[in-house]
């Protein structure tokens, strides 16, 4: 005869996050062997689930019979229902996807769309003024222009400003612009497309000065610098290419930061080289645009190192995973992040950042930061006290969200840090939180659960340990309809992230997610 587990009476409990706690109390038997012959099966098709065993072995007074094992699975079911079975999705979702929607979507992305408008502008302009015949000086203002708004991009007040000025659109006004406002996040197209514009108008320069040269000691000083900055302008572009920035992205970051200012430095100089051949140096210089530019651009790339600043972190460790830091030494509002690092001149970090008064009181804001590299796992490890920061608290692309009155938030893992962002912002829209990751509870903790439930009474959480890895646009469509929303946010890795934003915009749904450049 078959041995049955036998299973005691379902005991529920409110958790502190609004989460009903349901304990299942299951008696299994085993053979002499410690083989275990029953077992029950936890429900998996639970919109939000995640769960912790334990086995407590009670001794036999008989040592010839086998062995009882009383297993207590602690079961944490979300008090919404159940919105998909997870054994039964399928590609019907009642959406009509747009013509050439996959080319469009990602192919065409705006970031894309962004770099050609950018680039091919320039490119159009070079080769007119090329063709009607460009004076040297001329390319030299055309390169300079590039570099600053190239630079520009990537200065925190400007980044600021732009997020300010975009987001402050109201609800009231037309899906359209609402949709093509939120986008203003992939402004990193107009970041790589004028600084390879910037490197195009600067050869046309190196070469119109080589075929001019005339042998000198001026001359050929002033024709060393304009082939030095070419080389580092090249460096950069090169380690800016997203296979190499992907897998050396510390050398990446460090060619780029240095070569930014080896090129600052040696283009004051060649500017100052080429106003001594002019009959008046001041005069020539007042009068060229370029040098004006690179005034702007010299402040903009000093200013955030003059707020660079050692400061003191509070580190809460979440698991072998995780880990929770606190900071105080500034304020910061919804959908801010800081940069931090460990030594000022090697590799910074950047974090969305979300309130802490909710939970921790005695500190003023923090960051999740999870186990992805080198950097990361040290962080966990060794749990500093001190990080560098610098520059100013910088809005990130979830800021413009709040044009929308609804909004569904996708996230995996420690995505789930720079979406506790929205439980500061009094004017947020109404959410439906989608979060997929492995084993929840356990890897980031109850406080970390109940921020979450101040971000939706009714959270879809997927614990991966469980159910396995989810499609999850199947799901996020089906809620997406049943909540009326008007817009999903993504937040996860690259890969993911286009998969949800891509599937909903071609299908006409606002989609938005941070992607590699953004």
């Known amino acids: 005869m078959e041995d049955k587990p036998s299973t005691s009476p379902v005991e529920e409990k409110p958790s502190s996050a609004g989460i009903t706690v349901t304990i299942e109390t299951t008696t299994t038997q085993n053979d002499p062997s410690g083989k275990k012959l029953g077992h029950t099966r936890q429900n998996d098709s639970v919109s939000s689930t995640f769960s912790q065993a334990s086995a407590i072995s009670t001794s036999s007074t008989n040592s010839e019979k086998p062995l009882i094992v009383n297993e207590k699975r602690l079961t944490y079911q979300s008090t919404c229902p159940t919105i998909v079975d997870l054994e039964a999705q399928t590609e019907e979702d009642g959406y009509k996807q747009k013509p050439l929607g996959r080319v469009r979507y990602t192919i065409l992305t705006i970031y894309r769309r962004l770099f050609t408008v950018a680039f091919m502008g320039n490119a159009i302009a070079f080769i007119i003024m090329m063709v009607k015949g460009a004076r040297p000086m001329d390319l030299v203002n055309a390169a300079a222009v590039n570099i600053a708004v190239c630079g520009l991009c990537r200065q925190p007040l400007v980044i600021n400003t732009l997020f300010l000025i975009f987001g402050s659109i109201p609800r009231s006004a037309p899906i359209r612009i609402r949709r093509l406002a939120c986008k203003i996040f992939h402004f990193g197209g107009v970041h790589s497309g004028t600084g390879v514009a910037s490197v195009i108008w600067y050869i046309g320069f190196a070469a119109l000065y080589t075929y001019n040269y005339t042998p000198s000691v001026i001359n050929t000083t002033v024709l060393t610098f304009v082939w030095a900055v070419l080389g580092f302008l090249l460096s950069i572009v ?11 992205h ?34 020539f ?21 003059l707020l660079l600043r050692k400061i003191p972190v509070k580190p809460e460790p979440l698991s072998a995973h995780a880990i929770r830091l606190h900071f105080s030494h500034t304020d910061v509002v919804f959908g801010q992040g800081i940069s931090v690092a460990k030594h000022p001149l090697k590799d910074w970090h950047s974090f969305a950042c979300f309130t802490d008064k909710f939970d921790t009181p005695d500190t003023k804001f923090s960051c999740i930061v999870s186990k992805v590299g080198d950097w990361t796992k040290s962080t966990i490890n060794d749990q500093p006290t001190h990080l560098w920061k610098r520059g100013v608290p910088t809005y990130g692309f979830g800021y413009v969200l709040r044009m929308f009155p609804k909004i569904i938030v996708v996230t995996t893992g420690s995505g789930i840090g720079p979406c506790l962002s929205f439980i500061e912002d009094a004017n947020r ?7 997929q990751t492995k084993s929840p509870l356990k890897t980031y903790g109850q406080r970390t659960l109940d921020l979450v439930h101040r971000m939706d009474n009714n959270p879809v959480i997927l614990d991966t340990s469980i159910t396995g ?19 999903v946010c ?18 006409g749904i606002p989609a938005y997610g941070p992607i590699f450049d953004s």
């Open 238 to 248: 090169i380690v800016a290419y997203p296979t190499f920035r992907m897998r050396l």
């Open 250 to 283: 510390d050398y990446f970051e460090l060619t780029h930061r240095f070569a930014n200012w080896i090129i600052l430095v040696l283009f004051w100089i060649l500017l100052i080289l080429l106003g001594k051949q002019e009959a008046n140096l001041g005069n």
């Open 285 to 305: 210089l007042l009068h060229l645009p370029a040098f004006w530019i690179i005034i702007v651009l010299t402040l903009a790339t000093i200013h955030p190192w």
């Open 429 to 435: 829209p109404e959410m439906r939180v989608i979060w």
């Open 469 to 487: 890895r989810v499609d999850m646009l199947p799901i996020v469509l089906r809620l997406f309809k049943e909540f009326n929303a008007e817009a």
């Open 490 to 507: 993504c937040i996860s890795n690259p890969m993911m992230t286009k998969k949800i934003v891509h599937g909903c915009e071609m299908r």
